[in-house]
């Protein structure tokens, strides 16, 4: 019998922050038993007849493609709705939009730009909200980064993890309060220009105190990975920031990891693995890397046997089933 947390149900998901340390543990552990239960040939009904909208004002292969696939796995049914779908913003507010889907449906994932969107459909809609990435979070994806780590290593408290690149991205910036929440040791290996934000830095200090954990922050990437048994990194130029690339690669070109940087671990043969939110730079196969080689990753650590980016990438389909039954299934369902 699957069992979760009632105290999830109807709730919204817009920042790491909405969920307690014990609730966002108990999704992973709900994750981990989802996944289980799938690859035993289940298909279950925990949300049949339940409507999910898909709001993406950009592109994506893992979000969208885990999201509809976990919804339709337990009888649920998924309406993708891009920018060119919907008045979103655009002839309609916000507040109007997310009022005629609360209506409709049951609950709303978005992906896309502003935190003040996904805030506004939450504040609006009268229905669960889930954040599948804005400019300033992305907790989805850091539900799966910590369960690959869990699957790993048996465990998230004590786990030493660095990450290395742009340190105040979506993903740095809910990596660190995810790891911070869970006992991690997070070290934030990023140059002095793109380190995270002083405000939520305090916050995922204080959180790390109390779980156990550590955050801290290095501008010297070998010195900033040692010891550490996930080495994480994310691409160098976000959407929307194009117009940022040669700036950024050159502040980042002494923060890609390499096997040399894996080396600099310690762990190197040992207890490391390798993580990533997809997609990555890390061959010839698109236009940046023909034009500038490898970037965040190189296509030696990307593809060795201690990668786990595609382990990964699944997990993110078995976290998204693991948040729509939390917040809409009953509780005690199978």
Known sequence: MLTWSPT???????????????????????????????????????LDRR?????FEKSSTRTRTAAAVAIRDEGGSAEYLSRSDIHLGGKESVADTARVLGRTFDGILFRGY???TVEGLARHAGVP???GLTDAFHPTQVLADLMTVKECFGRLQGIKLAYVGDGRNNVANSLMLGCAKAGLHYVNCTPPELQPDAGL?????ELARQSGGSVSVAHDPAAGVAGANALYTDVW??????????????LLRPYQVNMDLCRATGNLGGALIFLH???????DQTQMTRDCGALEVTDEVFESDFSRVFDEAENRMHTMKALFVSALAEQGGT
Do not use: Y
């Open 277 to 283: 939110c997809l997609p990555a730079f890390h061959d």
């Open 237 to 250: 130029v976000s959407m929307g920031e194009e117009t940022e690339k040669e700036t950024r690669l050159k």
């Open 8 to 46: 999830l149900r109807g709730r919204s998901l817009l920042t790491l922050l909405d969920v307690t340390a014990a609730e966002m543990l108990e999704l992973i552990d709900l994750s981990i038993a989802l996944k289980a239960r799938r690859r035993g040939g289940v298909r279950g009904h925990l």
């Open 51 to 55: 409507q999910i909208a898909l709001i």
């Open 201 to 205: 830095l305090a916050t995922a200090r």
């Open 129 to 131: 909200v889930w954040n």
């Open 114 to 116: 502003a935190q003040a």
